[in-house]
């Protein structure tokens, strides 16, 4: 029987990730789709073709945002941006809502951003304990006034998925950096520790100093 347990497990661990990948992708390349409801309906390849190919919506919503980069990347599109959110700023329910999104889309996706930029360890949940954070930021000027020494905004992402966790204040120099990346921070705690951070690879102004010192 253990032969045949073995051979199980290992089957499993073959499809799985496997099966979860095909799923997450036949779903977002199904919602991506729907872009195509914004077609007239007597242009839609399925009418056109006489079959349904999945991904055509995906490539027009891909278009679509790349277009929408173009267009308001000059002058006259940023002005069409402020002009309308100049409209959603004066309905009160919906500027909460999307200006919310806003900052943090910015924060994340923006090449100006600084979310999730370096990796830390922080204590948690206790002081004997030591969790992967991400360092958000700084405190805000009327939180780090109120407070005794330097801290930092971090996110504790929980395992294994990363997209919930805990926002901490935490003293600056309570904190460790690791010197890895934030893809193989995020893979390592989706793994929950069974796949390590990649090693990175030395900066060739260190490897030329170690070089000369040898």
């Known amino acids: 029987m253990a032969p ?59 278009l679509v945002i790349f277009l929408t ?66 360092m958000t930021g700084v405190p805000a000027r009327q939180i780090g006034d109120l407070l005794p020494d330097e801290h930092v905004s971090v996110f504790i992402p929980t395992a294994p998925s990363p997209v919930n966790g805990f926002f901490f204040f935490v003293k600056k120099s309570d904190t460790i950096e690791l010197d890895i990346s934030v893809d193989d921070a995020l893979k390592y705690i989706v793994s929950m520790g069974v796949v390590p951070p990649s090693p990175r690879q030395p900066h060739p102004g260190y490897l030329m100093g170690r070089a000369q010192n040898e």
């Open 4 to 62: 045949l347990k073995k051979y199980f497990i290992t089957g499993l661990l073959i499809w799985i990730p496997l099966v979860i990948t095909l799923w997450v992708l036949t779903a977002i390349i199904g919602t991506m789709d729907q872009s195509l409801h914004l077609l007239p309906e007597a242009i839609h390849p399925d009418k056109l073709i006489g079959i349904h190919i999945p991904g055509v919506g995906t490539l027009l919503t891909l």
């Open 69 to 134: 980069g173009l267009v308001t990347a000059n002058i006259v599109g940023q002005k069409l941006v402020r002009f309308w959110e100049g409209v959603l700023a004066r309905i009160p329910i919906v500027k909460s809502i999307y200006y919310s999104v806003k900052q943090v889309s910015d924060t994340l996706f923006s090449s100006t951003g600084q979310a999730f930029r370096k990796v830390l360890l922080v204590r948690f949940p206790h002081p004997e304990a030591w969790s992967v954070a991400f």
